[in-house]
Structure formats: structure tokens, C-alpha cells
């Protein structure tokens, strides 16, 4: 009986989506997902390019010339803000 119930709701939820009602919601999800994807991304960078320590940095991104190249291409570091240092122990690969 519970499993009949349950494929009845199923069945009645999956059917918003075929209603003007159900395309709205979807879209509104949609839009506030992406927003808050978004918003993430600009807090990731923020914490990563201006909160992180300098020696958090290099040990994360001073392994390899071209995590450290990433680093400054993607934080907007100018050529004084070299993190690669050779033979710096790392976490591995990204």
C-alpha cells in the first residue's frame, strides 16, 4: 500500500513539470542556482588571491612553474608575487 502511495505522489509531482506552473519554478531554479554558483566563485577567488597566506600559497601553488603561472594569471599578481620556489614539497597534483 505505501508503495502505491509513493508511486502516486511520484506520479503527480513529476507532472508540475508539464504545467506553466512547474516550466516557472524550474526557470527560477535555474536562475538562483546559477547565482549562488556564481557568488562562489567570486568568494573562492577573493579567499584564494587576497585572504590565503602567502606561505599557504606556495606550498599549493609553488610546486610547478606552471601552478605558480595559474596562480598570477588567474589572481592578477604582478611579476613581484613569484610563489614558485624549485624543490618546494607540495600536495601533488590538482
Known amino acids: 500500500m ?3 502511495i509513493a508511486l502516486g505522489l511520484l506520479v503527480t509531482l513529476s ?3 508539464f504545467t506553466p ?4 519554478f524550474r526557470q527560477g531554479v535555474a536562475v538562483q542556482g546559477a547565482q549562488a554558483y556564481d557568488e562562489g566563485l567570486v568568494n573562492s577567488e577573493f579567499f584564494m588571491c587576497q585572504a590565503a597566506s602567502i606561505g ?10 606552471s601552478k605558480a603561472t ?4 588567474l589572481c592578477g599578481a604582478g611579476a613581484d608575487a613569484d610563489v614558485f620556489e624549485p624543490n618546494m614539497p607540495g ?4
Open 91 to 94: 600536495e601533488g597534483p590538482l
Open 56 to 65: 599557504s600559497i606556495k606550498r599549493r601553488y609553488g610546486v610547478s612553474e
Open 70 to 73: 595559474a596562480y598570477k594569471e
Open 2 to 4: 505505501k508503495a502505491l
Open 15 to 17: 507532472a508540475c513539470g
Open 21 to 24: 506552473q512547474g516550466d516557472a
